[in-house]
């Protein structure tokens, strides 16, 4: 039950990055090095996500 929170969590946070990084390259002049710093947060969750998929 716990992994089960931590997967929605981790899938909520994932969203909110997927949000942010929109918005990021909306902007006339996108902070390359935020987005860079926003995408690597949002492979992390991914992989991690993949990892307790794999486990259950």
Do not use: G, W
Not at 2 to 29: M, Q, Y
């Amino acid at each position: 039950m716990a992994t089960t929170a931590h997967a929605n969590s981790l899938k909520s946070k994932h969203a909110d990055l997927d949000a942010k990084i929109a918005d990021e390259e909306r902007r006339p002049h996108p902070d390359e090095a935020a987005l860079h710093e926003l995408k690597k947060q949002k492979l992390r969750i991914k992989d991690e996500l993949a990892s307790l998929e794999r486990v259950h």
